[in-house]
């Protein structure tokens, strides 16, 4: 069966600090990956999507990036925290290959709750 | 662009009263349908979902959503709440594309009293 982690689960980061958060799935091949931000009140915001290695596409401007190295790994980076980078990271996979027909559904992981202070 | 809007933030219900949390969503293209829920320090999971057919579709514990493509609504229901149900709620959509992208809406808290 299909796995998906996250981590760290929480993290407290300085302004200015750098960030990696990883997610990585087990037990599929070339899945879709995402990444969103949960925000109190705000629901959940796409920030990336990927549908293949290397392929990043940018929902909206922000100080993060994401990059994704190997088929089954998705990580969100920043050069540098800005307060407003705080909030709680879901990354998410779905089968490829299944969206034109309509049967996408997505897989969220356990979540990494950021604290830049 | 599209847009999801749940039109309720926090709802509070006695036990075995009945629910409805309204979606709504803006596109005029094909969409696929969800509702998620996220317990209490749990995952966020999938309730129910909507991708052709039935337009009344009928999820996990006693969940039910109806799709009226007219007026670009995605209600969730359930006839009687238990206190167990007391989570966050968020409705979703996605294009019938192959990115499989989903749209949130800002979700729904429900607290139920026992």
């Known amino acids: 069966s299909q796995t998906i982690h996250q981590w760290p689960a929480t993290l407290v980061q300085p302004v200015g600090s750098p960030l990696s958060l990883e997610c990585t799935v087990e037990g599929t091949s070339n899945p879709n990956l995402y990444w969103y931000r949960q925000a109190a009140g705000r629901g959940l915001q796409l920030l990336f999507y990927?549908?293949?290695?290397?392929?990043i596409s940018s929902e909206v401007p922000q100080n993060l990036s994401a990059s994704r190295p190997q088929d089954r790994q998705f990580i969100l980076s920043s050069k540098k925290l800005l307060l407003s980078d705080s909030g709680f990271y879901l990354c998410?996979?779905?089968?490829?290959?299944?969206?034109?027909?309509?049967?996408?559904?997505?897989?969220f992981g356990a979540g990494s709750r950021l604290t830049v202070l | 662009a599209q847009s999801v809007s749940q039109h309720n933030h926090h709802v509070i219900l006695s036990e075995a009263a009945s629910l409805e949390l309204g979606c709504n969503y803006s596109y005029g293209g094909t969409v696929n349908l969800f509702w998620y829920v996220q317990y209490p320090g749990q995952h966020l999971q999938l309730l129910l979902k909507?991708?052709?057919?039935?337009?009344l579709v009928k999820g996990i514990k006693g969940f039910e959503a109806e799709f009226i493509k007219s007026k670009f609504s995605f209600n969730l229901r359930k006839p009687s709440v238990q206190w167990s149900d007391t989570a966050e709620y968020f409705c979703?959509?996605?294009?019938?594309?192959?990115?499989?992208?989903?749209?949130f809406g800002q979700g729904t808290t429900l607290q139920v009293k026992p």
């Open positions: 990927s549908v293949g290695i290397g392929q």
């Open positions: 909507y991708f052709s057919g039935d337009p």
């Open positions: 979703a959509v996605s294009l019938r594309s192959n990115t499989g992208k989903l749209i």
């Open positions: 998410a996979w779905s089968p490829q290959g299944q969206g034109i027909s309509g049967a996408n559904v997505l897989t």
